[in-house]
């Protein structure tokens, strides 16, 4: 190669410190988008709506929320209302813009890193609202607080208008609106809701959290039709949730098997040695099938990937029932331990834990990392358990019966 076409491909290729490109705030949302919420697909489409949603429940979380109402708007928007406290409006002094717009403008930012606004949050990436903003072609947010309504819209991100008072409201009335219509330049396979989707999502919701009312409606009809509405309000939680799940089932006893328990660790918190709490509510039933269906949630989020939580439940039950079986003669000394998958055959169950600094792997929170989580289940399930089976021998008499039938068909 001659020299002088040397010298024309080194310009070309010139790769200098200005080369390499910083993408400014929402700008690297759009043009990365399954980072932030896995994929642009159907999947990714909806949940957008669960980041909204996740931020009401966590009002609710917090004591402050009672209402949750989402809406498909005829054009596949959606609306989201809150009876929370309603974003904060005054000016955050960091960034000298008011706290509602960082929240929808900048990214990890929210009142979820330990600023004493939320206990337990299932929105903790901070980038929820923000996200939603930056992939939307619009969005608009309504604050509702001391009796005045604040506004302000953003197109693709970008802010229209500083916030604005639009009107009163009476003193009492707080809260947060959401409408956000997502962008097809971005979400090019699909930016049709699906009514059933978002249904079993807020359903699951409600379950765990529970005296909570969500609202899910779709106006999305022929002008001679009435709205589709659907309301979920579960005062019985999770029991509630395992009965649902075991509705098809025939139940192996009639009891939907129930604990709840905190458990405190130690954490260190500017520099000095703080007491957290970590909430644990674990319900399950056996039916008379073979499959196993054991779903965990960490702060009402879904970890389809199991993790500390998941093993914590799993050694407990191994562990209680063993003990149980060999205590009270059912297995002999010689014979060999229930092994867990025969423990939990035909198990529905379902694992919730409430914890103030969550680890989820990946931004799509698929699997929870703290390890305290195992040892607050393991032992507030070894706890109950082994007094419930010592109250209830007859139900203890037919789980034990049940794994070692498997056990023998295993073998």
């Not at 790769?15 to 759009?30: C, H, K, M, N």
């Not at 302000?152 to 609106?177: F, M």
């Not at 989580?373 to 034990?400: F, G, H, M, W």
Request: proline share 3%; charged share 25%.
């Amino acid at each position: 190669m001659s020299e002088e076409n040397m010298n024309n491909t080194a310009v070309e290729h010139e790769y200098g410190a200005d080369q390499i490109q910083i993408l400014e705030g929402l700008e690297a949302v759009r043009k990365r988008p399954g980072m932030y919420i896995g994929t642009t697909s159907s999947r990714g489409l909806h949940h957008l709506v669960y980041e909204i949603v996740d931020n009401a429940v966590d009002e609710a979380l917090a004591g402050f929320c009672d209402t949750i109402d989402v809406t498909i708007n005829e054009d596949n928007s959606i609306t989201v209302i809150d009876n929370g406290r309603g974003i904060p409006v005054g000016i955050n002094h960091k960034a000298g813009i008011p706290a509602v717009e960082v929240v929808f403008t900048i990214l990890h930012a929210g009142g979820k890193f330990g600023g004493g606004g939320y206990k337990v949050s299932g929105g903790l990436h901070g980038v929820g609202a923000s996200v939603v903003n930056a992939l939307s072609d619009w969005l608009e947010v309504k604050v509702y607080k001391d009796g005045k309504i604040y506004q302000q819209r953003y197109e693709r991100g970008h802010v229209c208008y500083p916030l604005k008072e639009i009107g009163t409201c009476e003193k009492e009335q707080t809260g947060t609106t959401v409408t956000f219509k997502p962008d097809e330049t971005i979400f090019t396979e699909t930016t049709v809701y699906e009514f059933d989707v978002l249904k079993q999502r807020l359903r699951e919701m409600a379950f765990l959290t529970k005296g909570l009312h969500i609202i899910l409606r779709d106006l999305r009809v022929e002008e001679d039709q009435k709205p589709v509405e659907r309301e979920f309000h579960y005062e019985g939680g999770i029991k509630e949730f395992v009965s649902y799940l075991n509705r098809s089932k025939k139940p192996l006893y009639d009891d939907v098997i129930y604990f709840e328990g905190t458990k405190y660790f130690e954490v260190v918190k500017e520099d000095e040695k703080v007491e957290v709490p970590l909430q644990v509510e674990v319900a399950f039933q056996h039916n008379d099938g073979y499959t196993e269906n054991v779903e965990c949630f960490a702060n009402n989020i879904n970890t389809p990937g199991g993790g500390m939580h998941l093993t914590g439940f799993k050694n407990a039950l191994t562990k209680t029932f063993n003990d149980y079986a060999k205590k009270n003669k059912i297995l002999k000394d010689n014979d060999a331990s229930l092994s867990g998958e025969d423990i939990r055959e035909g198990i529905t169950a379902i694992i919730s834990v409430k914890i103030e600094n969550p680890q989820f792997e990946g931004q799509t929170k698929d699997k929870l990392g703290n390890t305290e989580a195992r040892s607050a289940v393991d032992s507030v399930v070894t706890e109950s358990l082994t007094l419930y089976l010592e109250q209830n021998p007859n139900i203890a008499k037919l789980i034990c019966e049940k794994s070692l039938l498997a056990q023998r068909a295993r073998e």
